[in-house]
T-cell receptor, first 112, second 116 residues
Framework: EADIYQTPRYLVIGTGKKITLECSQT?????MYWYQQDPGMELHLIHY???????EKGDLSSESTVSRIRTEHFPLTLESARPSHTSQYLC???????????FGPGTRLTVT | AQKVTQAQTEISVVEKEDVTLDCVYETRDTTYYLFWYKQPPSGELVFLIR??????QNEISGRYSWNFQKSTSSFNFTITASQVVDSAVYFC?????????????FGKGTTLSVSS
């Protein structure tokens, strides 16, 4: 079972602010993912990474950006937060061909 | 295109009832993986099971059991003798074998409420 951490768990921020959502995993998994989930809705992939210095956009268009400088760390950044960014953001990781993804606790973001 | 359908939006049962959550999937590939995840009110997704397309054997884990039928493209999940702690949103998901590490395609989830 993977250990994957996200901070902050909850964030309320004003429009126009720059924010970074942190995600770290301690299992050495090579693949990491960011999903966006609106209340009562399914998850949509917004970013993923196959390894260090590899990042790709997911199926759902997002104004956020990500980086993967270290295997264990996959932060997500919003340069200028807007109310439409209000959502839950879930980070996940997986190893090789195991396919199952292990999720962090999520960050609930509210932009006022 | 890949698609996962969970037709049941919400299910309410009383403790000790058995409940089955339905999942129907669409894929053009012959090799793929299916998953079930549980999302309790705290928000994190908990991995429950993975099944590959080659293995149609049903699986039982405690009060949980899964029925995979390729002929009907279904991967249903049954909870026997439900408990209040089973209350959560349950997601079925699909991943293609040839796209290792790409996103899981999730269904919209089924909210299960178990009352005492």
């Amino acid at each position: 079972e993977a250990d994957i951490y996200q901070t902050p768990r909850y964030l309320v921020i004003g429009t126009g602010k720059k924010i970074t959502l942190e995600c770290s995993q301690t299992m050495g998994h090579d693949k990491m993912y960011w999903y966006q989930q609106d209340p009562g809705m399914e998850l949509h992939l917004i970013h993923y990474s196959y390894g260090v210095n590899s990042t790709e956009k997911g199926d759902l268009s997002s104004e956020s950006t990500v980086s993967r400088i270290r295997t264990e760390h996959f932060p997500l950044t919003l340069e200028s937060a807007r109310p439409s960014h209000t959502s839950q953001y879930l980070c996940a990781s997986s190893q090789g061909h195991s396919y199952e993804q292990y999720f962090g606790p999520g960050t609930r973001l509210t932009v006022t | 295109a890949q698609k996962v359908t969970q037709a049941q939006t919400e299910i309410s049962v009383v403790e000790k009832e058995d409940v089955t959550l339905d999942c129907v999937y669409e894929t053009r590939d012959t090799t793929y993986y299916l998953f079930w995840y549980k999302q309790p009110p705290s928000g994190e997704l908990v991995f429950l099971i993975r099944r590959n397309s080659f293995d149609e054997q049903n699986e039982i884990s405690g009060r949980y059991s899964w029925n995979f039928q390729k002929s009907t493209s279904s991967f249903n999940f049954t909870i026997t003798a439900s408990q209040v702690v089973d209350s959560a949103v349950y997601f079925c998901a699909l991943s293609e074998f040839n796209q290792a590490g790409t996103a899981l395609i999730f269904g919209k989830g089924t909210t299960l409420s178990v009352s005492s």
